[in-house]
């Protein structure tokens, strides 16, 4: 099949994040199973996207205007369905709102990629609409609920908010699943032996943007501890909005704590070298007061770590059953020293159940999965 994808999120440094990989995950896994898959975006090829993931080809706006962004990318999409005639769209942000009515329109099969954890409700009647009032991302919401041919959703809790929330009919939404790279869920799994006693040693992998990630909170958690740990290995580099500042201030931090024999900065690294420290650490400590999609969790249960992390981008919903998942109350270092004890304290309990916690994850949120279930959706539309 020829797929044409759309986003209205440029490919740049400052800003690239969990909805770039994932168009590009599953881009790219598409492509080794023989469709040829096409992506429209806003701006330019700042990264050099487009060699590193060949076959997939990419059709850059050339213009990135922020408040116009859905309708530049919309229009070009609308454009490159002319020209390429795919035999599916496939929307995967705001610019579906003016793609999917006019292909609905032509007859054409076109879908919604709902990537986002959690759905604003619609109102129910015109008159709580204009109480509301017209809000653009309302209006487009609309459009996009109401005109797509399915809508391809990202976990399971999402596509109940869709029909709750979107008053979406339940056999036009489909759950794909969070999608993760491959390499997570190929590596063969290196599960920690337990030493006694048990002295653990702690992970955290992401951009250091303290606003987003409090690792500030962490590291007082961390010094506060009464029970010996060994290292704290922070992977990721400060944020670009910053121009790395906040990486200086962590480090500045800990060193006030007297962490910082204790603590290492990696930056940044590819995926293999992520896995392998990942199986290093037996602890993944993952804060985080907001999150649009928060693949860094499943990445780490897939390679057999205990995670610490917050209930944000609904991460409660799917790991609800899974006790090697410890949630902390909200973003403080107390609350964060109470999981990490907790951590601490259920981890030989838990070590024997990890690998199989860690199988589930690589099957429902490999590429390979999500992709097959992407392609059982288009077929059966």
């Not at 902390?328 to 990890?354: C, F, G, K, N």
Request: charge should be positive; glycine fraction near 6%; proline fraction near 6%.
């Amino acid at each position: 099949m020829r797929l044409l994808f759309s986003l209205m999120y440029p490919f740049t440094r400052i800003g690239y994040g969990g909805g770039h990989q994932i168009i590009r995950g599953l881009a790219r896994e598409l492509t080794r199973m023989g469709h040829e898959v096409h992506i429209c975006c806003s701006g330019t090829d700042d990264l050099g996207i487009a060699a590193t993931d060949a076959p997939v080809q990419y059709h850059f706006s050339g213009r990135f205007t922020p408040r116009r962004r859905w309708l530049e990318t919309g229009l070009r999409t609308l454009q490159l369905a002319r020209q390429l005639q795919p035999d599916h769209v496939c929307c995967f942000s705001r610019e579906a709102g003016l793609v999917l009515p006019i292909l609905r329109a032509q007859g054409r099969p076109a879908f919604f990629y709902l990537a986002s954890p959690e759905l604003t409700p619609l109102p129910r009647s015109p008159g709580m609409l204009l109480q509301r009032g017209l809000h653009q991302s309302t209006i487009l919401d609309i459009l996009t609920a109401r005109n797509a041919t399915r809508i391809l959703s990202i976990s399971a809790s999402a596509t109940e908010q869709a029909r709750t929330y979107w008053h979406v009919a339940a056999d036009r939404v489909v759950t794909l699943g969070t999608g993760i790279d491959n390499v997570f869920c190929t590596v063969p799994l290196q599960m920690h032996t337990l030493a006694q006693p048990f002295v653990p040693s702690f992970i955290s992998v992401g951009r250091i943007n303290l606003r987003q990630k409090p690792l500030e909170q962490a590291a007082a958690a961390l010094s506060s501890l009464s029970v010996p740990w060994q290292a704290w290995v922070i992977v990721g580099a400060g944020s670009f909005y910053s121009g790395g500042k906040e990486e200086d201030q962590l480090k500045e931090w800990i060193q006030r704590l007297r962490l910082q024999e204790r603590t290492v900065f990696t930056g940044q690294l590819p995926a293999q070298e992520v896995v392998a420290q990942f199986q290093q650490h037996p602890i993944a400590l993952l804060p985080s007061r907001y999150e649009s999609f928060f693949l860094t969790v499943y990445e780490a249960v897939a390679c057999g770590c205990v995670v610490v992390t917050n209930d944000v981008a609904n991460i409660r919903s799917y790991f609800h059953d899974v006790p090697s998942v410890i949630i902390a109350h909200d973003s403080s270092w107390e609350a964060y020293r109470a999981a990490i004890l907790q951590a601490i304290a259920i981890y030989p309990e838990v070590l024997p159940t990890l690998p199989t916690i860690a199988q589930r994850v690589r099957a429902e949120c490999g590429w390979s999965s999500v992709a097959d279930r992407f392609e059982q959706a288009l077929q059966c539309a």
